[in-house]
């Protein structure tokens, strides 16, 4: 019995280790795109030009993203109500909120700890079992799988979109910054290797449906496939599914927004219209895919690359525009975050 507790003590530390080790690499990427983001830039300058900035329309800029939060409550709620009908929006709003402030700590934990705000409020399949929620954790896990792989195709299709219909202004951004220079590094075609993925990618999926009954491996891959096709195509199942979209549509238009206002609020970036506004969105978000905390350092490294490959925007005004964007979508996230967590800590279950 004492070599078992043994035994459990340090699987326990490794398991510690592990989440410490990954948490210091993260950390150590964020400051790494920190440090090349802003290596050029003269502080004085980066002062002044960040207090000419129109204060107004940042302040409308963190307007939109709080209204994104609420919009994303309201969705993910239609999403719960099949599971537990007792689920009520100031749940789901702290949930979002919580979820973000604790992206802050560590990436990606925030889609797990929201889980856990739902499951605590949420009403006992038998009242004599309290212990027994009808919202469990592996259901409202469903939940935000299905929302952020919906979250993760919109951006996708919409970034398709704007590069090909504004290819002659985007095209050269993915092009000159991101294939030619990998492509200058090999001795063939990037064709070739694009099509090497595919073939290899093909063949996987083959091999897994192949074994899929006699490799435990292979039947685990296939059913994380289906979980995700499943959640995808939950929404179309579901009451009212316009609902869904309508919302979907507006969240985005939020952000849309959020970075509209932000551009505006930069002098430097008169000559950028709603469409580009769109673009850097849409790159931010990839910056934000990145794994570090809260998206430090990756989006301000995507976005000052973007404005000074496509606009020839210097890159400590391209600077400027990144930590103006990103820190108002910080300040908002911890702000409603921590009230939210608050609330929760004072609220009765």
């Known amino acids: 019995m004492h070599k078992f507790a043994l035994l459990l003590v340090a699987i326990d530390m490794k398991v510690n280790i592990r989440k410490i080790f990954k948490y ?97 409020h949420s009403a006992p399949v038998d009242p004599l079992h309290p212990g027994q929620k009808k919202a469990s954790y592996d259901k409202v896990l469903g939940t935000v799988v299905m929302e952020r792989s919906w979250e993760l195709l919109v951006m996708l299709v919409l970034l398709a979109v704007v590069v090909v219909v504004g290819f002659n202004r985007f095209g050269s951004f993915f092009m000159e910054q991101i294939w030619h220079p990998v492509e200058a590094g090999l001795s063939f075609s990037l064709w070739w290797v694009v099509a090497l993925a595919f073939l290899t990618a093909a063949a996987g999926f083959y091999a897994v449906w192949r074994f899929r009954y006699s490799s435990r491996l292979c039947g685990k891959i296939l059913d994380v496939f289906r979980n995700i096709l499943q959640g995808l195509s939950s929404c179309l199942k579901m009451d009212r599914k316009w609902l869904f979209f309508a919302y979907t549509a507006l969240i985005w238009g939020m952000y849309w927004v959020m970075a509209a206002c932000t551009v505006k609020a930069a002098p430097f970036l008169e000559e950028l219209d709603m469409f580009d506004a769109l673009f850097l969105s849409l ?61 929760e800590m004072i609220r009765k279950q």
């Open 24 to 120: 210091v690499l993260s950390a150590s990427l964020a400051f790494l795109l920190l440090w090349v983001s802003f290596r050029e830039v003269e502080w004085k300058t980066f002062m002044d030009v960040l207090e000419s900035c129109r204060w107004g329309f940042v302040l409308l800029s963190m307007t939109a993203g709080a209204l994104a939060f609420w919009l994303r409550a309201i969705r993910w709620r239609r999403l719960l109500l099949p599971i537990d009908e007792t689920t009520r929006y100031v749940t789901t709003f702290n949930g979002v909120n919580i979820g973000n402030l604790s992206n802050f700590i560590f990436p990606r934990i925030g889609e797990f700890v929201r889980c856990g705000v739902i499951t605590r």
């Open 283 to 343: 790159v931010g978000g990839l910056g934000f895919a990145v794994p570090v905390p809260g998206g430090i350092g990756a989006f301000h490294f995507i976005i000052s690359l973007a404005l000074s490959a496509l606009y020839e925007i210097p890159t400590e005004l391209g600077v400027v525009y990144a930590t103006l964007s990103h820190t108002s979508q910080a300040i908002t996230q911890i702000l409603f975050g921590t009230v939210s967590y608050i609330h």
